[in-house]
């Protein structure tokens, strides 16, 4: 019979005599062969979300919040409208100029009616909804939660700190949507967006214990 081989104990690469490793080479953690490091770590040992997850479930709650407002967006837009083809057909029959306060007064309303519905759409929906179970949609389906740095679990509090973050100052503010989301491809060592700075908060995986550092 046909014996097997002797194993081979693997032993480290050593450099040849005489050669010495450059400085920029050596200094990165090298791991043995077939070893994954462990990934990045919440406070409580939960592995944190990554960029694209974090970025398709945002894109997800945005197309849901918008599905939502769609109906009242198009009744606000067509009240809107229907002013201000009165307005110009009046104009037409008297023959004199439009009014301006009969069109631009009405367009005020609408812009805030549109500002409004958005802001109680996403505060219902990213403070009220998401505390509950530290989850919207779109984060249930990337199987991410929010969690806080002490490892409590998110409360209303600490999700109206974060969503105003996200959501009013963002408004305000030039290109802060950009910057906010962004920012978590730098952060170190919790992978935070500024909101999540603001509100002591961290996005991890969800469905995963404790400790569990190895994907």
């Not at 019979?1 to 040849?16: E, G, K, L």
């Not at 919440?42 to 997850?53: K, Q």
């Not at 398709?56 to 009242?72: E, F, K």
């Not at 408004?171 to 170190?188: A, I, N, R």
């Amino acid at each position: 019979m046909t014996q097997p081989p002797p194993s081979v104990p693997i032993r480290p690469y050593a450099p040849a005599a005489g050669y010495s490793v450059p400085a920029q080479a050596a200094s990165p953690p090298w791991y043995p062969y077939g070893y994954r490091p462990p990934v990045p770590v919440a406070p409580s040992g939960a592995p944190l979300a990554e960029f694209g997850d974090r970025l398709v479930a945002y894109l997800l709650d945005s197309l849901i919040v918008g599905v939502v407002l769609l109906i009242p967006y198009v009744i606000g837009a067509v009240t809107f409208f229907r002013r201000f083809f009165e307005q110009m057909d009046l104009a037409d029959q008297t023959g004199t100029a439009p009014s301006v306060s009969g069109i631009f007064v009405p367009y005020l309303i609408f812009l805030g009616y549109t500002l409004a519905l958005q802001l109680v759409a996403q505060f219902g929906y990213q403070v009220l909804y998401q505390s509950r179970t530290g989850q919207t949609v779109g984060k249930r389906v990337m199987k991410i939660r929010v969690e806080c740095l002490d490892g409590e679990p998110l409360s209303v509090a600490t999700a109206l700190r974060r969503w105003l973050m996200q959501g009013p100052a963002a408004m305000v503010v030039p290109f802060l949507t950009w910057l906010d989301g962004l920012w978590q491809l730098w952060d170190k060592p919790y992978r935070q967006c500024l909101h999540d700075k603001v509100a002591k908060t961290v996005v991890v995986r969800a469905n995963t214990g404790p400790r569990a550092v190895v994907s």
